[in-house]
């Protein structure tokens, strides 16, 4: 047979080497995968039923792909792609635990995921019954009186927890202009209160790596709407003035936001609420196992004290005589969802947490704290803390000393690790620390991983001294190199159809 | 008592050896004790997978509304297409499911080009050049949209058509507050958007949904030449599913394009996670919200895919964003883009069709009841507003007693004083999708004939 009439056949190597094609480069014209219901609808024809003016003068290109070739190809992409369920990612700030699968199971019964988003209360009990005991047991986490579900991340949480910051100041006929933010913030702080309508004021650390107290009084006023802390900070570093922070910014009548995204290293030890705080988000995505997908879903629900209850999104799902009914909280700020929020993530979150139960919960905090600090000390000849003490649920470590005596980066290092079989950590943050490798171990990750991990990075030590110049060059056995990330800033190529440079 | 905790007792002896920490609570020393929570959690015990596994399942079971109970013909941005078993199995694989951000793109090309092919399919449907990797949902991409044509124009006056899907406007109100943008809601006339009610001077942004809410065709040549005398930009909600047939957002001239994306390949999942599309002009690329994925090489010369113009983004500009998103909804993009493969061209017509076939078969037959009058006037593609002789809520009640889930009651939808039609609790919102069968149907117009009596 002569060469097919078009489309190319998905044949790279396991693990590739070489590119996959893209779907429209295997597509060939007349192909097809769909099968659909036979419906017996009367099949009028289109132009019968549209005005011509809306009809485009063909369909919209897609691909033509048999079933065969769709499955060869998205399984080929799957095997260039790094996972939690493939090997540790140890990813500062991230919190890559394992997810259990039991969880999944649970996200895909059809009672849960065949349900219309708008069918009444009486039909969809049993999701409401979910919302309902995931918010009390949110709660009984964080210390708060009562919980939004819709965030559907850890930003939009954020940004809810701002505007309710906002709805309660100005229900007190209390205008303010300003939120603090310690300098080693996640990059999602600033552009919240951005959006929320606030101006940053950073607050800088102390040589502890915590909120310098005294700084934060001396920026402190009464046009201070709030700060927004994440305790323990991205140093992995718990803030030890917290009451004497929260009992500061209350003075001035400015409220405590706590940024959940460390909520792993404390559960059931110290309560968000307890510490003062009176806005909290979750990250459920981290904490609560629910897997990230590549860069989501997840879920930011968001817990607030007594105070802020009536300012919360609504509807919320509430108990109502034996069942569950929807209410909107009084002065609520509105929705922040097109629904109620990633439902199917929220049933995740709580299927986790029956599993564990309350000493569950705590163990995994601990655990978690113990693998950290394990790795803390295993690692400190090589690569010293930024911060020599106990960390919590993770730590943030130093490629200094690497680059100092080889050329050798805390990129490198990262690079240098895929080639080991293991994710590297977060890089270069938090930005107040130089040369910064970011590592969080998890709960669910074996001494033996960690132990492996260690000897991994001793390997890419004695590299850094016998070659470093191949350690820039790392990754080599990955399906792809380092990439050229300034050609794909310069000439955008963001599509298949797009012109190329 | 159950975790997925690997140690054994003596594995935490020995590593708290290590760190010279004599107990696991002695890990949490430096932590002020006032603070400190006396007597654990006040939550349940754990319990084992199987012991949990008899809960979870009375969840689903107590939801009437589940897809084995009611067959299904409520819509309002939320349909029940085919999800084929090879479209879940290949969005499922772990290696997508238990990733994260393609930080470190030579272990993440399969996502990274994922949401490439995803995002040349989402420019083609939306007819236009850039689209993101996403964004949470339909409602959240709107709210993007009005955020992306502040920053082009440097106005904050948009003028948001009461056709856009009630809950999205709602959320659009909601952030307005933040960014103090001024949202003016513009009526709709027997369904179609009035722009003559309003001033367009100062427009940052027209948004206009196509097809409508309400499932109107409206055209959309009058909010393109509104918006260009204003020298604002017009932004289009448009449904994914009938873009595969309809006229593209661009070719109407739209500047941006948001839409929900669950059409393909996500289940209903009592609404979410969901998909929100976003889609604009080459001239908007600098202002471009979350991720976008470009193509470019690698060092040895070979094709490789990376998330590129990321000075825009917060963890790099910080409070100069253009917007805060970090976590998106990349796994509902995966799981677009193969449902999209699965289809191809001719499937997502022909999905398309028949919702439309389907559409205005139920609609020809249920408008000849007495008790029943369409609510809306004009051109409709696969869904359109019934206007009752009975409040909507009791006949969507009724009718699941006969095993259908009549649609959507207008009245549970919209708020108080909306814009978009009078009387909303006499309004039903009924969709078809291709999954809806002649019987089904006729079943349906039955059923409504005798809840109406």
């Keep these: ?501 | 008592m159950a975790d997925y905790l690997p140690h054994t007792a003596e594995e935490v002896a020995a590593m708290l050896a290590f760190v010279g920490v004599d107990s696991l609570e002695g890990l949490y020393a430096h932590v002020p004790s006032a603070v400190r929570l006396a007597g654990g959690l006040d939550l349940p015990a754990g319990m084992t997978e199987p012991d949990a596994a008899a809960l979870v399942a009375g969840y689903g079971a107590a939801n009437r509304a589940r897809a084995s109970e009611l067959v299904c013909f409520a819509g309002a941005g939320a349909y029940d297409h085919e999800v084929p078993p090879v479209v879940r199995a290949l969005a499922g694989r772990s290696e997508f499911v238990t990733a994260y951000t393609p930080y470190q793109p030579e272990v993440a090309q399969g996502v990274l080009q994922a949401i490439f092919e995803y995002q040349t399919l989402v420019s083609r449907l939306a007819g236009l050049p850039i689209a993101n990797a996403s964004l949470y949902d339909g409602a959240t991409a709107l709210v993007e949209g009005l955020n992306m044509a502040h920053g082009a124009t440097g106005r904050s006056r948009m003028l948001v058509s009461s056709g856009v899907h009630p809950h999205w406007r709602a959320v659009a109100r909601t952030f307005a507050a933040g960014t103090g943008h001024e949202i003016v809601e513009v009526p709709l006339v027997e369904g179609h958007t009035d722009w003559s009610s309003v001033d367009a001077t100062d427009a940052a942004a027209l948004v206009v949904a196509y097809p409508n809410y309400l499932g109107v065709l409206e055209d959309l040549a009058a909010a393109k030449a509104l918006a260009a005398a204003a020298g604002g930009l017009l932004v289009v909600a448009g449904d994914p599913v009938a873009a595969g047939v309809l006229r593209s957002a661009g070719s109407w001239g739209a500047d941006v394009f948001v839409g929900e994306g669950q059409p393909f390949g996500t289940a209903l999942s009592f609404g979410g996670p969901y998909l929100g599309l976003f889609a604009c002009a080459e001239a908007q690329v600098r202002r471009l919200p979350g991720r976008i994925v470009g193509e470019t090489l690698d060092t040895e010369g070979r094709r490789a895919y990376v998330t590129t113009l990321r000075a825009r983004e917060q963890d790099i500009r910080r409070e100069k964003a253009t917007s805060n998103v970090c976590t998106n909804q990349t796994l509902m993009a995966v799981a677009a883009a193969v449902q999209l493969g699965w289809l191809g061209t001719a499937g997502l017509a022909e999905v398309a069709t028949r919702c439309a076939q389907g559409a205005h078969y139920l609609f020809d037959e249920v408008t000849g009841l007495d008790g029943v009058t369409p609510a809306s006037a004009g051109p409709f593609f696969r869904e359109f507003a019934l206007r009752l002789r009975r409040p909507a809520r009791e006949v969507v009640a009724r009718l699941a007693d006969a095993g259908i889930l009549a649609g959507v009651a207008l009245d549970t939808l919209v708020d108080p004083g909306d814009r978009s039609l009078d009387a909303p609790e006499e309004v039903l919102l009924v969709t078809v999708t291709e999954r809806r069968t002649r019987a089904e149907i006729d079943h349906y117009v039955a059923a409504m004939r005798g809840a109406l009596q």
């Design chain 1, 1 to 501: 047979m002569t060469a097919s009439p078009a489309g190319r056949a998905s044949s790279a190597p396991l693990m590739g080497r070489e590119a996959e094609p893209t779907l429209f480069e295997i597509s060939v014209p007349g192909r097809r995968a769909y099968q659909l219901r036979t419906t017996d609808v009367p099949a009028r024809p289109l132009t019968e039923l549209v005005p011509a003016a809306h009809l485009a003068e063909a369909p919209v290109p897609i691909a033509e792909v048999s079933e065969r070739d769709l499955v060869a190809h998205v399984t080929r992409l799957s095997h260039r792609q790094f996972s939690v369920d493939l090997g540790m990612y140890p990813l500062g700030s991230c919190t890559m635990k394992y997810n259990p699968k039991f969880c999944d199971a649970v996200a895909a019964d059809p009672g849960l995921a065949s349900v219309h988003p708008a069918a009444p209360a009486a039909l969809t009990q049993g999701w409401l019954q979910i919302l309902v005991e995931l918010e009390e047991r949110l709660c009984a986490v964080t210390g708060m009186a009562a919980a939004t579900l819709q965030p559907a991340a850890g930003a939009a949480g954020e940004l809810t927890g701002l505007l309710l910051m906002r709805a309660y100041h100005e229900s007190r006929g209390d205008v303010r202009r300003r939120v603090i933010i310690p300098d080693s913030a996640h990059g999602t702080n600033p552009a919240s209160v951005t959006l929320g309508g606030y101006e940053v004021t950073t607050v800088p650390s102390n040589d502890r790596g915590l909120v310098d107290l005294e700084a934060l009084r001396g920026v402190l006023g009464p046009d201070v709407a709030g700060i927004m802390l994440t305790n323990p900070n991205t140093l992995g570093l718990f803030e030890e003035e917290i009451v004497e922070i929260a009992a500061a910014v209350h003075e001035v009548g400015g409220l405590l936001y706590y940024d959940g995204a460390n909520l792993n290293a404390i559960l059931g030890v110290v309560r968000p609420g307890d510490m003062g705080f009176d806005i909290v988000h979750m990250n459920l995505h981290k904490t609560f196992a629910t897997p990230h997908g590549g860069g989501g879903p997840g879920a930011g629900p968001v817990a607030v004290a007594a105070h802020l209850v009536d300012f919360l999104p609504g509807p919320r799902a509430v108990r109502e005589g034996a069942g569950y009914a929807w209410a909107t909280p009084a002065r609520s700020i509105g929705r922040v969802h097109g629904w109620h929020g990633n439902a199917l993530v929220l049933a995740r979150a709580l299927a986790y947490i029956h599993v564990h139960g309350a000493e569950g919960l705590t163990r995994v905090a601990q655990h978690a704290v113990l693998n950290a600090n394990w790795l803390r000390r295993r690692l400190a000849a090589i690569l010293p803390a930024a911060h020599d003490r106990a960390c919590m649920h993770e730590c943030t470590l130093r490629a200094t000393p690497l680059k100092d005596a080889y050329g050798v980066r805390a990129l490198d290092v990262a690079k240098a690790l895929l080639e080991e079989g293991f994710h590297a950590p977060t890089v270069y943050f938090p930005l107040i620390v130089d040369e910064a490798l970011m590592f969080e171990p998890t709960e669910t990750e074996s001494p033996q991983t960690l132990e492996a991990l260690a000897q991994a990075i001793e390997r890419i030590a004695e590299r850094a001294a016998s070659d470093p110049e191949g350690l820039h060059r790392a990754p080599q056995t990955t399906p792809v190199a380092r990439v050229d990330e300034a050609r794909a800033a310069r000439h955008l190529v963001a599509t298949a159809d797009a012109a190329r440079p």
